[in-house]
């Protein structure tokens, strides 16, 4: 009879893939998740496979790592160990002699890349064949994995899910930035691998490397410190000086996949430029494309403890301009990204979310990382446990103490425990693009303070730090939320607590500033003096025109902060309420024809409109771009006049099912500003 040869080996890219969930992740392997069989056609001539005289031995190499798998005739595979067991024989006019063999992970396998290899040993000859690659990713459908997670809707967000929401703004006026994720764009599998082949873990120890792949906590570390390029052949070079020319504007990055493209095509060099959301978004994508589930998460508020004394110091001159002084400071909002997974380096509890941000701010260990902090042991104020519990805590819970100065010489003083960590929020699961607030999973109920549209006055302690009742009160509020070619406009309370009248001076100011710094000069005041009868509450409307704000910014997140301090003439005391409003861009309108019947490779058509507010005419450039819908971006050069209303018409043939997110973004060149909209829509099978 013939001797057994080996014709081909089929990897059964198709069947496997929708099996392990890892169909539309475009590389240039088979992709597949540990802790589950995969199955692969063995096709030879010859005589029939006899377990008696034949022996079949796959190896998986991960250099410098190899581990032989010999096939087993029958039995279950091993949960701790690399296992192959044959399933059946079938002989096939076409094609000779078919043999199927199921492969089977340990769900603690290293995540990374893997050559296949198979060596058919038979009573005349020993040969050995290489099959092929294939990448191997957490699997959080798999109750052995480190990363599972019990509900099917909530993988289908953190993992399936290749668009979102960001948040930015200030929690009185929020602003919802779409991002895509791009983890199914072609190559982009590939290059988030790249990120673990070249951290400086992999480059001074490989085999060390890989033998720690197989815990998610070691791959969230290495990641969140290869996503910046502080100190590392990271992917993004952050800048917040406002000068962009040798790069990208952070604010007009829309997606992860150009950012990561564009690392791999410049041999890993750092992109320019990200901030603390685009670091994070990149991080989700890669996380997710690792089978760690993974969510964006903004944190309004965020204080930047540098001295970890847990107390930020906001100084204000007598007039109520805020001062630059000291380098603690409280970002309007700061984005990091959350990862589920077991923690089983601590004391048990603390599986679940872990907080981890990219953005480079404060070493770790060495080097430019954060996390993974668990949310409990934040919500539970447990500081000692790693990693960078004490600085994710400061972020949410910081004191403010604000100071009034005039010469050096402290005015009034007042800790305000609420304002830092006012709203922690990310995106809800499921098709609703709405956010979700998750404050009350970082934070006690008693530090948990409601967002509400008004600021009211800091000023609840003299100068020697005592509480003491204000004869005084102030607030301040806005009428409306601010949108840019709007006026701001806002009102400041006063209350006289006293049964005497009062002499009072009201200084109001307003300053632009950037939402992770301290204001620029003022580029509005008012002063006057009122009087005011006893126990009397007088209101006074302020109104700030578009053209004074405007010409004074140049950022898209524009920010102004208003501060008004009231004196009282006769005792000298000051109190102080102030507030940071983002002003919103104009939205872009984006309508699809028949979006409830959008099919699969059918041409459709979306409408993208917008009505020019301005008194000017405007110029920009209208960006398009839809993963799994349109598979380049679509550009144009646009004018539109005065209150004139624009209409673009943009054809897509959608290429994969499922929800998908047609976005839209016009930069106006002669106004610093990018206006931005979005459409989600359901693609259906043919």
Not at 151 to 170: A, C, P
Not at 204 to 217: C, E, G, M, T
Not at 275 to 287: L, P, R
Not at 433 to 446: F, L
Request: charged share 20%; proline share 6%; aromatic share 8%.
């Amino acid at each position: 009879m013939d001797e057994l040869k080996l014709r081909n080996v089929h990897l059964q890219p198709v069947q496997n893939q929708i099996r392990h969930k890892t169909d539309g992740l475009s590389s240039s392997t088979l992709v597949l998740r540990r802790g589950q069989p995969f199955t692969i056609l063995i096709n030879y001539d010859g005589r029939p496979f006899d377990p008696l005289k034949d022996k079949l031995v796959f190896r998986i190499v991960q250099v410098p790592l190899s581990v032989e798998v010999p096939v087993s005739v029958s039995g279950n595979p091993s949960p701790s160990q690399w296992s192959a067991i044959l399933e059946r024989s079938a002989p096939d006019p076409n094609a000779g002699r078919t043999q199927a063999v199921s492969l089977f992970s340990p769900a603690s396998s290293s995540v990374g890349v893997y050559t296949l290899h198979l060596r058919v040993e038979t009573r005349g000859s020993i040969k050995t064949h290489v099959l092929g690659q294939f990448t191997l990713l957490c699997n959080p459908w798999c109750q052995a994995d480190s990363v599972f997670l019990p509900s099917e809707d909530l993988r289908n967000e953190y993992i399936r899910n290749d668009i979102g929401l960001l948040f930015k703004g200030s929690p009185e006026n929020i602003e919802s930035r779409p991002w895509s994720f791009d983890q199914y764009e072609r190559g982009v599998l590939d290059i988030c691998m790249k990120l673990l082949q070249l951290s400086p873990q992999s480059q001074a120890d490989a085999r060390k490397d890989l033998q720690n792949r197989s815990n998610p906590v070691y791959i969230s570390r290495v990641i969140s410190a290869m996503v910046n390029c502080a100190d590392d052949k990271g992917v993004l070079m952050g800048n917040w000086s406002g000068k962009y020319s040798d790069g990208v504007n952070p604010c007009t990055w829309s997606g992860s996949a150009d950012i990561l493209r564009q690392w791999a095509a410049t041999q890993f060099s750092p992109v320019k430029y990200g901030q603390c959301w685009v670091f994070a978004a990149v991080m989700c994508t890669v996380m997710r494309a690792l089978g760690i589930p993974t969510r964006v998460v903004t944190n309004f508020n965020s204080a930047h403890d540098t001295n970890a004394n847990m107390v930020i110091e906001e100084y204000y001159s007598e007039k109520g301009e805020k001062l630059s002084i000291g380098r603690d400071s409280v970002w309007n909002f700061h984005v990091w990204v959350e990862s589920w997974m077991k923690r089983p380096d601590l004391d048990g509890g603390y599986d679940g979310w872990q907080v981890l941000d990219p953005t480079p701010q404060e070493m770790s260990a060495g080097m430019y990382c954060c996390g993974p902090a668990a949310v409990k042991a934040v919500h539970e104020q447990k500081v000692n446990t790693p990693y960078d519990v004490p600085f994710v805590y400061a972020e949410v819970n910081a004191d403010v103490r604000t100071i009034i100065i005039r010469d050096g010489k402290i005015l009034a003083t007042n800790v305000d425990k609420d304002r830092v960590g006012a709203l922690i929020c990310t995106k809800r699961p499921g098709p609703a693009m709405v956010m979700q607030d998750i404050t009350a999973e970082y934070k006690t109920e008693m530090n948990i303070m409601p967002v509400m549209f008004s600021s009211d006055a800091r000023s609840g302690e003299g100068a020697n730090g005592r509480g003491v009742r204000q004869g005084v009160g102030v607030s301040l509020q806005l009428l409306k939320a601010p949108v840019v070619g709007e006026n701001l406009s806002f009102i400041v309370k006063i209350t006289n607590n006293m049964a005497i009248p009062k002499l009072l001076r009201k200084h109001v100011n307003a300053q632009n500033k950037e939402y992770n710094r301290d204001p620029t000069g003022t580029f509005w005041e008012d002063h006057d003096d009122l009087k005011i009868g006893p126990n009397e509450t007088v209101t006074v409307k302020h109104e700030i025109s578009f053209t004074e704000y405007m010409l004074n910014e140049a950022m898209e997140d524009c920010l102004v902060n208003l501060a008004v301090v009231i004196e009282d003439v006769k005792s000298q005391e000051r109190v102080l309420a102030s507030g940071e409003y983002n002003i919103s861009s104009p939205a872009l309108n984006i309508q699809i024809q028949n979006e409830n019947s959008v099919i699969i490779n059918t041409q459709q058509v979306a409408t993208v409109t917008f009505t020019n507010p301005f008194n000017l005419a405007v110029s920009g450039d209208l960006i398009v771009a839809g993963s799994g819908l349109l598979e380049e971006k679509v550009q144009m050069r646009l004018t539109i006049q005065p209150r004139e209303t624009m209409k673009r018409p943009i054809r897509f043939i959608p290429w994969m099912t499922g929800a998908k997110m047609l976005h839209a973004f016009l930069e106006l060149t002669d106004r610093s500003t990018v206006l931005r909209g979005f459409k989600t829509v359901t693609v259906q099978a043919a």
